[in-house]
């Protein structure tokens, strides 16, 4: 893809925001309605491909740049346990300068590129754009990605954290959630709230309520049409709605959900 091709935002397999021509961009996290249970209106045909908690951002303005020839199959380098080279940390396969990325999304899924400068949790427009090991996940309800390293499974990520799908084609690796708080509404970089979504991990793939830094999204009391809020809310059967503590309730008739949801050691429920 060249430097002049556009973004675009897919929320799920059915909400598609083309910015412009030519190839995808990248898509946005997938926050879901909850109302206990999941719901076979917003999940009931979903498959792995359109219900990751995160997508990695496929191309972007940069996608070509620093693309090593076919990846990393160099019979000089030291051996690597995957092909053509390993995006998890310890990353292996490349030659020394360069990073195991994904430049051009599904296609090819791997190749040995020039590390990019921005770290975990910063804003970035495309995967080159992060360092070593890490992966640009589009924001919910934005145009834009937060870099985020890549796991195999939540071992990988640091504490009170998870690692969450991506929608990557024959891939069973995700990406370790920012870290922050629905309930205070922080941890995530300037102009992004934390909202609480329906996502699933790796590498089971088993659903998890979460918390997810969004750019923007539906205020409480508003419709979640998209199934995301913006910061401090979660989507509840269509309506955004304020996320509390349960042990230190933040309103009055702070509810729990039907199903818990513990957060960093915390049980959360959802302001009337």
């Known amino acids: 893809m060249g430097a002049g091709s556009k973004l675009a935002i897919v929320l799920f397999a059915t909400l598609v925001a083309a910015l412009g021509c030519g190839r995808i961009g990248f898509e946005s996290s997938g926050l879901s309605a909850r109302d206990g249970s999941v719901d076979a209106a917003t999940d009931g045909g979903r498959d792995a491909a359109s219900d990751g908690g995160g997508t990695s951002v496929d191309g972007g303005p940069r996608a070509d740049a620093g693309t090593v020839d076919g990846g990393a199959l160099d019979a000089s380098l030291p051996p690597c346990d995957e092909s053509p080279c390993k995006l998890v940390a310890p990353q292996c396969g490349c030659a020394s300068g360069l990073a195991c990325q994904r430049p051009?999304?599904?296609?090819?899924?791997?190749?040995?590129?020039?590390?990019?400068?921005?770290?975990?949790?910063?804003?970035?427009?495309?995967?080159?754009?992060?360092?070593?090991?890490?992966?640009?996940?589009?924001?919910?309800?934005?145009?834009?990605?937060?870099?985020?390293?890549?796991?195999?499974?939540?071992a990988d990520c640091a504490e009170d954290t998870y690692c969450r799908e991506l929608v990557v084609a024959s891939e069973d690796i995700g990406s370790c959630a920012t870290p922050c708080d629905p309930v205070a509404n922080t941890g995530c970089p300037e102009s992004f709230g934390c909202a609480l979504g329906l996502t699933r991990d790796v590498p089971d793939r088993s659903f998890v309520d979460a918390p997810v830094c969004v750019a923007s999204g539906p205020a409480t009391g508003d419709p979640c049409p998209g199934y995301y809020c913006a910061g401090g809310n979660t989507c509840v059967s269509g309506t955004c709605r304020r996320v509390c503590d349960l042990a230190a309730p933040s309103c009055e008739g702070c509810t729990a959900f039907p199903s818990p949801v513990v957060v960093a050691g915390r049980e959360l429920g959802t302001c009337p």
């Open 104 to 154: 051009l999304g599904d296609d090819p899924l791997r190749a040995c590129v020039a590390p990019g400068t921005v770290g975990p949790g910063g804003v970035c427009l495309a995967n080159e754009d992060c360092t070593t090991a890490h992966v640009c996940v589009a924001a919910p309800g934005g145009t834009v990605g937060l870099c985020e390293a890549y796991c195999a499974s939540s």
